[in-house]
């Protein structure tokens, strides 16, 4: 079964305007992290924001804040006054808790492709 | 500056051919991880290493090897056993390895095609 799922191939968004990009997960782990990150055309990958399963309020930096609903398992990434060096591809990723005598890793989903109009 | 640095950005590999991946990072990190990229199938992880002289297999190690010889670099040999090989291949790194918080940081990446 899929850990994180992206169900948006491709999104379209005018410039100014807001944007959710959706992302589900699955886990049965009391503690874990989501993590969003953003691939330009040059192929880095560019950490954007974080959100602890403890946390009680959403996580936001700058443009970005991650509308987090546990009890649905989302983690939706909202970018707000979209500009056209948005577009990217933009991934969600989970970590789940650290297993004693094990390495934990960053779980990935498949992307969603945003790309910013005029 | 600090960060991590992937070489090639290009290579290609004939058939049969064992190929190695550069990955250097100056980040003083203790944790370094091998992505596999395909269009349409997000990040998977090939291979991780938390301490300098150990790694453990990701979920698609096969045909693939590493090693960890120093803190700083932690190369990526694409061997004859990996039969579809073509694909953009990401390394990245975190300070360690044990907590739910650790994010990654990553390098530019190598697309990997063959001949």
């Known amino acids: 079964a899929q850990k994180i799922t992206q169900t948006q191939p491709g999104m379209f968004v005018q410039e100014k305007e807001a944007v959710t990009l959706d992302c589900t997960y699955d886990?049965?782990?009391?503690?874990?992290?989501l993590f969003w990150y953003k691939q330009p055309s040059s192929g880095e990958m560019i950490f954007l924001i974080y959100?602890?399963?403890?946390?009680?309020q959403n996580a936001t930096e700058g443009r970005y804040s991650l509308n987090f609903q546990k009890a649905r398992k989302s983690a939706n990434l909202v970018i707000s006054a979209s500009q056209l060096g948005d577009s990217a591809m933009y991934f969600c990723a989970m970590r789940e808790d650290v297993i004693t005598g094990g390495g934990n890793k960053l779980t990935f989903g498949t992307g969603t492709q945003l790309k910013v109009e005029l | 500056d600090g960060g991590i640095t992937q070489s090639p950005k290009y290579l290609f590999r004939k058939e049969g051919q064992n190929v190695t991946l550069s990955c250097e990072q100056n980040?003083?990190?203790?944790?370094m991880y091998w992505y596999r990229q395909d269009p349409g199938q997000g990040l998977r992880l090939i291979y991780y290493?938390?301490?300098?002289?150990?790694?453990q297999k990701g979920d698609i190690a096969e045909g693939y090897s590493v090693s960890r010889e120093k803190k700083e670099s932690f190369p990526l040999t694409v061997t004859s056993a990996q039969k579809n090989p073509t694909a953009f291949y990401l390394c990245?790194?975190?300070?360690?390895?044990?907590?739910?918080?650790?994010?990654?940081?990553f390098g530019s990446g190598t697309q990997l095609s063959v001949l």
């Open positions: 990245a790194s975190s300070i360690k390895d044990r907590t739910t918080n650790e994010k990654l940081f």
């Open positions: 980040l003083n990190h203790d944790a």
């Open positions: 886990t049965s782990d009391q503690s874990y992290g």
């Open positions: 959100q602890g399963s403890y946390d009680e």
């Open positions: 290493s938390q301490i300098v002289n150990d790694f």
